[in-house]
């Protein structure tokens, strides 16, 4: 009798490959398939809660950029698909945790490398800013990342994505809209912190309600709110430095102008609703420019080549631009050096008299001409503008004086005879730029000691005054300055004393009545209504300083505007000008 014999069951041959990994192992990406293949099997991280709140922060990170950005440049609406992209990435890092995801891996480092290539591709081209070309780097590889995500580790690398995201979005915002998205991101952070420390620990958990329970709403409340408020008042208290020592500024994509740009023309809104005239001024409805009229509600009528000073009617307060500077000033706009009698107007505004300036293709930055460089370090103090524009402006480059470099996005800008700076495009909302100026010490000693021997291209343009009201206006201002306790000699304590003495003696006037035909404006003020509007001030000071001798010219331009600690930039309205 034959025993039967036992057959040892056939090995089981291992599995083929598949023909793309064939395909892969045989091409140039060989051996970085390879490389992945043998990595050991990471240890997954199981606690659901940590995933959920990771990819939580990760979120709110995304969107945080997405809101920001769209206060410095066109917004990139990136979490439109990054969002969604990273949620489906955590759920299939989720599912696929246990395994060695070798594939994914692969495609995730070939997606990657073209992300890197974009990024390449946008600083070339010099179309976005870079940080936000950076921003938008950092989001992509996120996305790309949530796809393998199976460690703590993983989470750890999303968790400090978020951060710096969050960082960024912060350093770019300019409103308080991003308040909300930063006190969300606390709140989602620490807890996100105590799960990370307890998954250290092994105390992990795989369900959201064991993580209620853990959980003291008000404690957590407490403290969030104790950490968002010391970090706003911190914030608050820290004094506003230059910042940008890397000398790379905030500037918006470069401007295409078609056609020749000449700088003589000024268009301004507010004057600008019918048509243009023949020299570069604009006509708007009526005869705005000359004789009585309504002003623009939007738009300061002092921002044109000719300005009149008979229009009454008030503005109606608006946003205009948001300024990021250390320092405070006067963002100057345009200067005038021809009175009319009833407003100004620029008198040097002829080709010969404006300079054109071009930067080179490779940066943004305009070098001034030497007349702005009369300034040193030991008299002037640097101060950097980053200007964002938030309603339309006219085609005028508001800046703090000295400046040294303008850094614009359009190829040309002008410079006139009165040191303004004039583009070839009107400003537009969302516009950014940055100028550096060497703003001048006001040494009040110095400025007593200075030369009256003032040179001829200095009395031709700023000592003219109305011949019909020169005699009256200089005794009168004559003898403003007789009354004075002690005398005064210097011309610029003549300048102190007159302009205290206008803001002591007369008054605003809403309801000004019309100028008759003829009628000029200083005359009126000081003899028949006792004041009249803001800017009305300035040019009366400004003939009464020339009727003694004394150079003046109008410069119109916007006060600091209201500061934001917790943005950092000061508020400009159309109602600053």
Not at 196 to 220: A, E, P, V
């Amino acid at each position: 009798m034959t025993r039967p014999t036992a057959t040892a069951p056939a090995s089981t041959p291992a599995q083929d490959p598949s023909r793309l990994e064939q395909w892969i192992r045989r091409s140039p990406f060989g051996p970085l398939w390879e490389r992945l293949a043998a990595l050991p099997r990471p240890q997954p991280e199981e606690s659901i809660p940590l995933r959920v709140l990771v990819q939580a922060m990760v979120t709110v990170g995304i969107l945080a950029t997405d809101v920001a950005a769209a206060d410095v440049a066109d917004p990139l609406w990136i979490s439109a698909w990054a969002i969604p992209a990273s949620v489906v990435g955590a759920w299939w890092s989720w599912r696929q945790r246990h395994k060695r995801n070798t594939s994914t891996q692969f495609g995730i480092a070939i997606a990657m490398l073209l992300a890197l290539a974009v990024f390449l591709f946008n600083l070339a081209r010099g179309q976005v800013d870079t940080r936000l070309a950076l921003a938008e780097l950092l989001i992509h590889l996120q996305v790309l990342h949530s796809f393998d995500q199976p460690r703590r580790k993983d989470l750890g690398y999303s968790m400090v994505i978020g951060l710096i995201l969050i960082g960024v979005a912060g350093t770019i915002s300019q409103t308080l809209v991003f308040a909300p998205l930063l006190l969300i991101f606390v709140a989602i952070a620490l807890p996100v912190l105590v799960l990370d420390y307890r998954s250290q620990l092994g105390l992990t958990s795989r369900r959201i309600k064991t993580l209620t329970l853990n959980f003291s709403l008000r404690r957590w409340t407490t403290l969030v709110l104790v950490v968002v408020g010391l970090g706003l008042a911190i914030f608050a208290a820290l004094p506003r430095f230059p910042g940008y020592q890397l000398r790379t500024f905030p500037v918006s994509s470069p401007i295409q102008f078609e056609g020749q740009f000449d700088g003589q023309t000024i268009t301004n809104p507010g004057y600008v609703r019918e048509g243009v005239g023949g020299d570069g001024t604009g006509v708007g409805s009526g005869d705005n420019l000359d004789g009585p009229g309504e002003l623009d509600s939007d738009f300061y009528y002092g921002f044109n080549t000719r300005m009149n000073q008979n229009l009454r009617g008030s503005l109606e307060s608006q946003v205009v631009m948001r300024v990021r500077s250390q320092a405070p000033g006067f963002w100057r706009v345009l200067s005038f050096d021809h009175y009319t009698g009833q407003g100004w107007e620029v008198a040097r505004n002829d080709e010969e008299d404006i300079q054109i300036l071009r930067r080179p293709s490779w940066s943004y930055r305009f070098i001034m001409p030497p007349t702005f460089k009369a300034l040193t370090p030991a008299t002037s103090q640097e101060v950097v503008q980053s200007y964002t524009v938030v309603s339309e402006l006219p085609n005028l480059i508001p800046a703090m004086y000295s400046p040294r470099h303008v850094y614009f996005p359009t190829r040309e800008i002008a410079v006139d005879a009165e040191n303004s700076l004039r583009s070839p495009v009107g400003l537009s909302p969302g516009l950014t730029y940055t100028v550096v100026s060497d703003v001048p010490y006001r040494d009040r000693t110095r400025l007593q000691q200075a030369s009256t021997d003032y040179p001829n291209r200095i009395r031709n343009h700023y000592l003219e005054v109305p011949e019909a009201i020169a005699p009256e206006l200089r005794a009168f201002t004559q003898d403003i300055l007789d009354s004075a306790p002690s005398p005064i000699t210097s011309p610029y304590e003549q300048a102190l004393y007159l302009s205290q003495y206008l803001k002591q003696t007369y008054t605003i006037q809403p309801d000004l009545p019309f100028l008759g035909e003829g009628e000029d404006l200083a005359e009126a003020f000081l003899f028949n209504y006792s004041g009249g509007y803001p800017d009305h001030f300035s040019t009366v000071l400004t003939l009464m300083l020339r009727s003694i001798d004394v150079p003046a010219r109008l410069t119109v331009g916007f006060s600091p505007g209201d500061f934001n600690p917790f943005t950092g930039f000061y508020v400009v309205r159309n109602t600053d000008a």
